[in-house]
């Protein structure tokens, strides 16, 4: 478990001074608060800036490390969180990459209450654990009682595996979004896609779309907006490939062919599923 | 050491055949090849799909895990490459929010010879990385021979530290660019700055665009291209809050006041420099 606690007291006694000026000024002194340039003057005093949320992201091997850390980076900013990095043992877990992680819960010491369920993508080793009768149960107790039901990537059919998609939009990598069709959800093309207490990425470096959507979500807005200059989430790809509707035919051609195992094990796993 | 080999195995079985068809199609049917509105359809046959670089990423406790994970999604899909996830030693290292990774080579085991040096940064650890001589030792040396000498966010002050950015331009995370001077650095505003072989990038989530820049600069821009569609980078932040130009007043006056300590402690780091 990640406690977030030295960060948190940093950053509390630094932001509480500021944001009791703030209020002060707000209230005494009308005509000392700054317009900002974006229309009415926020009240930074009012942003809840600790809170208490646990959040469990489940690692497996062969996982896509990205998946995870992007939405990581995110939620390691929230003052106050329990972040815990849940698999089935406590054993170090190794990406498809080849990276590997140590988890700091399982299955039976995460908590049985969450604010976030998290699922990350990856290929062989998603549909792997997509099969694994253990991570199944995990995801289907866990995500019947949490706040919020989450992935990105692949990591949505481990959600639909679990029958946590039935009957919701949700997305997923360009590669095997469809195939949620199977696990009862509505495919949905979109960067990250909400439907109710379901919010899920698409491929890979969507976690940080997703991740500061969550931060509004779980905290505010003006909260995003600081982890976001905090993490200098200011994009600037130097090339224009990065969706199949923007990627140049010849790149979409060879990678739709690179994905093409993977796309059809996504669909055989999705046309078993008896939910 | 990250061996991409059953990865690169299957990715080459799939795209070796799609190559050659294209090349067939180039010499014998130039009729049949599609300008993929593009302008000029490209060989793919000519891609350099295969390579033998070895990459050393420096990892250290105190980190942040963005800073390498960033890269390493897209040096990852470098077929052919070797990642080495290099510490003082193998024990396991933990990031600032807390995640643990395992390494898996030391200053001792990493190669002499590498295509590129990457350090990742973060605040308290990285200025006690930038302080530790076994690190800078390490640094100065394998940086001496590396092809390319590189980093994301404060990891630039490592690399100024170890002596290797005297009189070159080179960015960081906009809480500690301007320290870079005192190590002889130019510091320059940009997400991606090269002077010859010294590749910086900004803060934390530039690692994405850096590393896309890096596979165009290692390999093409069409490997860059399918590296980019295969992580679906394509990003659509929820707010425009990520540079210091474009945040709103309230966050950015919020965000340099939390980062005021450690600009401090980089400036007075790069004061101390005697190189």
Known sequence: MIDIDRRTATLFTILAPFAATSAVAQTDHPHKIPDFGHGTAR???KVPWMGSEEIA???YPGMTVMDLIGPHCMFGSLMGVKIHIVAKSLDPVTSDAGLTIVPDATFETCPQDLTVLFAPGGTDGTIAASNDADTLAFVADR????????????????LG???LLKGYKATSHWSCREALAGFGAIPTDARVVRDRNRITGAGV?????????MIAELRDQIY??????????????????????????????AMIELAADFTRKAGSLAAAYKG
Do not use: W
């Not at 019947?144 to 949505?156: D, E, F, I, L, N």
């Not at 994009?235 to 979409?252: E, Q």
């Open 43 to 45: 009240d930074m005093s």
């Open 205 to 213: 470096t969507s976690g940080l779309d997703f991740g500061l959507s």
């Open 161 to 163: 595996a679990a029958g």
């Open 143 to 158: 995500g019947a009682r949490a706040k919020y039901v989450t992935s990105v990537c692949s990591g949505s059919l481990i």
């Open 57 to 59: 992201m489940l690692v």
């Open 224 to 253: 995003a907006e600081c982890s976001q200059l905090m993490s200098e989430y200011d994009p600037h790809p130097p090339f224009n490939a990065g969706s199949i509707h923007t990627a140049p035919d010849d790149v979409k051609q």
